[in-house]
Nanobody, 128 residues
Framework: QVHLVESGGGLVQAGGPLRLSCQAS????????MAWFRQAPGEELEGVSC????????YYLDSVKGRFTISRDNVKNTLYLKMNSLKPEDTAKYYC?????????????????????WGQGTQVTVSS
């Protein structure tokens, strides 16, 4: 059975850092394209970042470029999202997701319906 479990969310002041983790079980991360999505109250789900199954290509939402870094540790079977210089507008519930669609290069966020497995989310709240 596949499980994706996010952790690392919390309350942080604007400008501060957080690192989100997504521990996978029941699936080898290095076989999957992995991504982070977020959803703020009253807003649609938004793709934040994506990393190819080889780990050689990444995508970032424009508003997080230069502040967020996606990475994966295939030995630990864990996906990460390092978030620096957090802003109040980053406040949302963050979800990790896995897609079996394999692309060597990611030029845009794959659509949500390409992601088969989803975690339960972790809340990130940034205070001003």
């Amino acid at each position: 059975q596949v499980h994706l479990v996010e952790s690392g969310g919390g309350l942080v002041q604007a400008g501060g850092p957080l690192r989100l983790s997504c521990q996978a079980s029941g699936l080898p991360l290095d076989d999957y394209t992995m991504a982070w999505f977020r959803q703020a109250p009253g807003e649609e789900l938004e793709g934040v970042s994506c990393i190819s199954w080889l780990g050689t290509s990444t995508y970032y939402l424009d508003s997080v470029k230069g502040r967020f870094t996606i990475s994966r540790d295939n030995v630990k079977n864990t996906l990460y999202l390092k978030m620096n210089s957090l802003k109040p507008e980053d406040t949302a519930k963050y979800y990790c997701a896995a897609s079996h669609t394999r692309s060597l290069t990611i030029t845009k966020m794959p659509p949500t319906d390409e992601f088969t497995y989803w975690g339960q989310g972790t809340q990130v709240t940034v205070s001003s």
